[in-house]
């Protein structure tokens, strides 16, 4: 497969840590942003030398517009750009008390970060190129009081082929909507327990999936095998958005 340069978005924990640590092991160059600084120096410490670090809000046009000056100065061009950054908590207050700031800044990080990264950066991409825009199984099933990020979350799919066709066929642009992703073990103080057995066993596969899962997806989508794919979305969930579940079994017809 082709290795190139790449930029990650979202880059310094979480999947997107696990993702940069997937590419620089197989022989990419990694140009990482996130709005965590200090889980951007925690990264830098590492003093990888295929890894470069850039704070960064995506959803400010402005800062956006500087990276990508910084991108043609230093890196030139891009092979691929993965649009993982994002406020990845789903949960929001109950419909009756979401605060339109609330709204308005979840929609604004995860969904038109996206945007505006592709839009500065598509012009620095290579013939060929692809864009993966990081969604979730949240845009197609919900838990309640989840409003804001469901809404973001769809909305990026949309934007996905959308944009499939305006930069095509220089540019691909592909989705990948991960299911539950344990990223546990990436995060220097997780807020939530490890998966139990019994969280393994529910998945079709029998495992929750982890930060490799997603990561493998994206790099066979950025690279030259998948050069007739575009537009699409590939959910990564270990089955679990096929499964039919009932609490007392179904219902009869």
């Avoid at 709005?35 to 295929?50: F, V, Y």
């Avoid at 979840?106 to 692809?130: E, F, Q």
């Avoid at 057995?197 to 066979?220: C, S």
Wanted: charged share 15%; net charge negative.
């Amino acid at each position: 497969m082709k290795q190139g340069k790449i930029l990650i978005t979202g880059v310094a924990q979480g999947l997107g840590l696990g993702m940069c640590r997937y590419f620089l092991q197989h022989d990419y160059q990694v140009l990482g942003v996130d709005i965590d600084k200090d889980a951007l120096t925690r990264l830098d410490e590492t003093g990888l030398p295929s890894l470069q670090l850039v704070h960064l809000d995506v959803s400010e046009e402005t800062s956006v517009q500087a990276l990508s000056r910084l991108i043609e100065r230093q890196f030139g061009q891009l092979d691929g750009i993965i649009n993982n950054a994002a406020l990845s908590q789903p949960h929001n207050e109950p419909l009756a008390g979401l605060s339109l700031s609330h709204w308005q800044r979840v929609l604004a990080v995860n969904l038109t970060g996206p945007m505006l990264i592709s839009k500065h950066m598509a012009p620095l991409m290579t013939p060929g190129a692809a864009i993966i825009n990081i969604a979730s199984t949240r845009a197609h099933q919900s838990e309640p009081d989840s409003e804001a990020y469901a809404a973001a979350k769809g909305g990026l799919i949309a934007l996905t082929h959308a944009m499939a066709i305006s930069l095509g066929p220089d540019v691909r642009v592909n989705a990948i909507s991960p299911g539950w992703i344990d990223v546990s073990r990436l995060q220097p103080n997780p807020q939530e327990p490890a998966p139990s057995l019994h969280d393994h066993g529910q998945h079709p596969a029998g495992r929750v999936g982890d930060a490799e899962d997603v990561a493998a997806l994206a790099r066979f989508l950025l690279s030259d095998e998948a050069g007739f794919i575009t537009g699409q979305e590939y959910i990564i969930d270990g089955g679990m958005s096929k499964r039919m579940i009932y609490p007392q079994g179904p219902a009869a017809d």
